[in-house]
């Protein structure tokens, strides 16, 4: 018998009963972040809650876009940090696999992710290929039933804790830039992966770099078809832009460092109030720009845009709030104490706000996009069109 489809009433009442126990589960699991992020997914697959437009057979709830919405606005505040760790999984990985891994691939490995058993990392960027994603030099080599793959990614979140990658390697050098490239899943935990962390000026690794040394993946764990990876490549990075503009704004009270979010509106006004600047003209229209550009991220999600404009107006959205957070830190900024928590957290933010411009493809990857697929623009003219990866210039 199939499953009766809730009203919108009675799921908003089903998720916002689930949102209710998740701070006594957390407070019961106690642990590690990782910890607590595996058993909160875990909850959330168990209540059916996990891959809400997924197929029933992967562990979802094949329910449309109403209620994802539904879901989206009430978990947005409620969602707890540690939701964060499967970002890269949920929002990327399962999406892309979900519309173009085989069967055998989407079984093993969608419901797997969602409940949380399995934490992913993005093998994408690397020294000599970071805007310029097709010109990757990673290689992937068939050996039997594997594929063997040597080379180096960079800029890798989470790689530390993940048990799989995303990764896109050359596998026909002779082929045009954009073409032998193939989308494959490795495993993390295993000889020929080597991860070593990048400390950024926020103090924090949230960046690896990772070198695969002959490191291997079965041969069915391709996504997709062999040298057709470019297409799958670009369509991961839209629901990556499409994650990043979307996400929600964290509760100001956690002050939360985990994830590229923007400083929330009040705790601006908050910090206006504490530097006894909230009458201040200039403050205030500022204070008035950051409310604004807060609430056109919804708007924007709501519209169901292009993925680089909520990407890219995040982005214009977190400078702004460091800018102002750091304009009311006045001259003590560059000092703020790091044993202060509430200092430490716009510290964090002010200097983590250029990441923002960064992750997803910069700001400027962003405006070509647009141009080219909304403006219908042309490409910029270049030697990479036809001619063999092997015979062009090399960073």
Not at 313 to 323: C, F, H, N, S
Request: proline share 6%; with cysteine.
């Amino acid at each position: 018998m199939a499953a009766v489809t809730p009203t919108l009433d009675e799921f908003a009442a089903e998720v916002q009963a689930f949102f209710d126990g998740v701070p006594a589960l957390l407070d019961s699991v106690g642990g590690s972040q990782i910890d607590r992020a595996r058993a909160y997914r875990a909850a959330l697959f168990d209540a059916g809650l996990a891959g809400i437009g997924y197929p029933v057979e992967y562990g979802g709830r094949n329910l449309g876009i109403a209620h994802q919405d539904v879901f989206r606005q009430i978990a947005a505040p409620l969602q707890p940090p540690e939701e964060s760790t499967f970002g890269i999984g949920i929002g990327m990985a399962l999406p892309t696999i979900l519309d173009y891994g085989s069967e055998a691939l989407k079984a093993r490995l969608l419901p797997s992710g969602l409940r949380g058993d399995e934490i992913w990392c993005q093998l994408y960027s690397e020294p000599g290929a970071g805007s310029d994603l097709a010109g990757l030099t990673c290689k992937a080599e068939r050996d039997g039933d594997e594929w063997v793959i040597t080379g180096q990614k960079v800029w890798t979140s989470g790689a530390q804790h993940s048990d799989l990658g995303i990764l896109i390697a050359r596998t026909d050098p002779d082929s045009p830039k954009h073409a032998g490239i193939t989308m494959f899943v490795l495993p993390m935990h295993q000889p020929g992966v080597e991860v070593r962390p990048l400390v950024q000026m926020t103090g924090i690794a949230e960046f690896n770099e990772v070198f695969m040394d002959e490191a291997r993946c079965p041969a069915e764990w391709v996504v997709g078809e062999v040298n057709h990876g470019w297409r799958l490549a670009t369509a991961l990075l839209a629901h990556e832009r499409v994650s990043l503009g979307r996400g929600q704004m964290t509760r100001h009270a956690e002050r939360s460092k985990a994830g590229r979010f923007p400083i929330p509106f009040e705790g601006l006004l908050e910090r206006a109030g504490w530097a006894g600047r909230r009458h201040d003209p200039v403050i205030r229209q500022q204070l008035a720009q950051a409310y604004i550009g807060e609430q056109i991220i919804p708007w924007l999600t709501a519209r169901r845009q292009h993925p680089s404009i909520g990407k890219l107006w995040r982005t214009i959205q977190g400078r702004l709030a460091a800018d102002i957070a750091h304009e009311l830190g006045g001259g003590a900024a560059i000092a703020w104490d790091r044993d202060d928590a509430e200092a430490d957290y716009f510290a964090y933010h002010v200097l983590n706000c250029r990441g923002m411009s960064l992750g997803g493809g910069t700001d400027e990857v962003q405006k070509n996009t647009l141009g080219e697929h909304v403006l219908g623009l042309p490409r910029e003219p270049g030697p990479d069109k036809n001619t063999p990866f092997r015979e062009l210039l090399k960073n």
